[in-house]
């Protein structure tokens, strides 16, 4: 589009102005039908009301006074209705509002609709006004009704107006030329010369008392009657059948919850009684392992004791016999001991089957005590590997504290997966406090627990605008908020190519935003 000014005009030659002038009125249009758009979301989402205004319409008059007002609108938004009547093929022929004030009168009937219209587009590529009043004047021609009367327009010249806001022509006045073709409706001749064929209570004429209800024929009133009170008992019927559907499936979904109750209380027990076959046997073991540290402690006080002894006589001899053999056999029993404590080292590479954790912690201890009672190298060691640690008394000191939490770990943990609606974040505010000892607790769950523990991460990730997304504006204070479109290819870099519904019939199909200035379309 050129700016045209006094000093520039002779520089220009016919092609540059020819193209401008194009462009122009192609512009216009354009707008024109952009601004029909805007209107029609303005007034079926009701955003008028939130700068206090009460209708529409007043919106309009208020608004928009300088630019044609509410009547103005109306004659778009009713150009807009026979567009948007129009098969898809048909759309593009007319190119302005204007041109569809002729057949405004057909839309009722989309098959004349389209005949008119395809009929003007035989005659020219892009029919103008005039071509489309030719076309409806052959599709549905308005017949001129003769009266007794010699002059008609004076007996019948009876000025009206159309009073219904959902009527096209709401707010012009016209006149009654000819006599009503039935009880219920007139035929109306406006200024432009259109005649319209109007019901009763559609116009305010003070001078002339219409009726505003159809009447019928004695004959058809029983008839009419009857019909009511078929529809009516149909109505009841279907009611009643409604509230039974009703009651039983609030029945079916009552006992289905009954039913999962059971069933999870039924698996709580189990779960339970599982549980306490499990502690018992931790018990057993545990009693056992105290038997041993029990032994384990006898015999370090024993070997302190004889220790005790050489320190006070180093010179002395065992000479006595007995002596001398109660004290292999004293040596013995501790290197037997001894042996059978450090053959635990085997449990690490093949640990018991059940409470596994638990059970080499505690052994452990036990040979890390024994270690440290006896000072034995091979025990430490035995004590290392099953706890799987550095074999450091401080190392396994560290192993075991940190095995001790194992069991309260997997209660909690098991606690909150078993709440109902239980989500990541629940799973996390608890699994936070454990994770020095994940892989510990993480194999005490079992296989349901963990691909419960997957499936509430996956779902916690929101969802990615991708091709094939449905999506509309982030921003709320677009004008086209609400618009719909569609992501038809990723761009790469975050930026994406966006198809928008608004713009099918328009030149421009396409547009490619960022993905956060886009969000997933939600129907209002």
């Not at 076959?277 to 018990?283: E, G, K």
Request: some cysteine; aromatic content about 8%.
């Amino acid at each position: 589009m050129l700016t045209l000014e006094p000093e520039t005009t002779s520089a220009l030659d016919y092609n540059i102005l020819n193209t401008s002038i194009q462009d122009t009125f192609a512009a216009i249009d354009r707008f024109e039908w952009q601004a029909i758009e805007e209107l029609r979301v303005m007034r079926n989402n009701g955003y008028y009301s939130d700068a206090g205004y009460a209708s529409f319409e007043d919106y309009c008059e208020k608004e928009l006074t300088k630019h044609g007002g509410y009547r103005r609108v109306r004659d778009l938004l009713s150009a807009k209705k026979v567009v948007d009547t129009l098969p898809e093929e048909l759309k593009d022929k007319i190119t302005k509002p204007s041109q569809t004030r002729p057949l405004l009168r057909l839309v009722k009937t989309p098959d004349k609709l389209e005949r008119a219209v395809a009929i003007a587009a035989k005659e020219k590529p892009f029919p103008t006004a005039a071509d489309f009043v030719k076309a409806v004047q052959q599709v549905a021609p308005t017949v001129k009704r003769t009266t007794k009367s010699e002059n008609p327009k004076t007996q019948l010249c009876n000025s009206v107006t159309v009073s219904s806001p959902e009527h096209p022509r709401y707010g012009e006045s016209g006149v009654i030329e000819a006599d009503a073709p039935n009880h219920w409706q007139q035929i109306v001749t406006f200024a432009d010369g259109e005649r319209l064929l109007i019901n009763n209570a559609d116009l305010d004429a003070p001078s002339v008392p219409f009726p505003k209800e159809r009447s019928y024929p004695p004959e058809y009133t029983e008839a009419i009657a009857a019909l009511k009170e078929q529809h009516q008992q149909e109505l009841e019927r279907l009611e009643q059948e409604l509230r039974i559907g009703l009651q039983a499936e609030v029945s079916a979904k009552a006992e289905e919850q009954v039913i999962e109750q059971i069933s999870s209380l039924q698996n709580l027990y189990k779960q339970q009684r599982e549980q306490n076959i499990q502690l018992q046997q931790r018990l057993d073991e545990m009693e056992g392992l105290r038997k041993l540290e029990i032994e384990n402690q006898q015999l370090q006080q024993r070997i302190q004791e004889l220790e005790s002894a050489v320190e006070q006589r180093p010179s002395q001899q065992w000479g006595n016999t007995m002596t001398q053999q109660a004290t292999k056999a004293l040596n013995k029993q501790v290197k037997q001991a001894l042996e059978q404590t450090i053959d635990l080292r085997a449990l690490a590479q093949e640990p018991p089957k059940e409470n596994a954790q638990e059970c080499l912690r505690l052994m452990g201890m036990a040979l890390k005590n024994l270690a440290s009672a006896m000072n034995n190298t091979q025990a430490l060691e035995a004590a290392a590997i099953i706890l799987g640690s550095e074999p450091t008394p401080s190392a396994i000191a560290y192993r075991a504290e940190q095995l001790s939490m194992l069991p309260q770990a997997v209660s909690d943990i098991r606690q909150v997966l078993s709440k109902p609606g239980c989500t990541w974040q629940d799973y996390w505010a608890v699994a936070q406090e454990y994770e020095v000892i994940k892989q510990d607790y993480w194999a005490e769950l079992t296989t349901q627990e963990i691909d419960l523990i997957a499936a509430l991460q996956i779902a916690s990730q929101p969802p990615v605008i991708q091709v094939g997304s449905i999506v509309a504006y982030a921003d709320p204070y677009y004008t086209l908020y609400l618009a719909r479109g569609e992501v038809v290819e990723d761009l790469g870099e975050e930026e994406v190519l966006v198809a928008w519904d608004h713009w099918k019939n328009e030149g421009k199909k396409t547009s490619r935003y960022f993905r956060n200035e886009l969000r997933f379309w939600q129907p209002q």
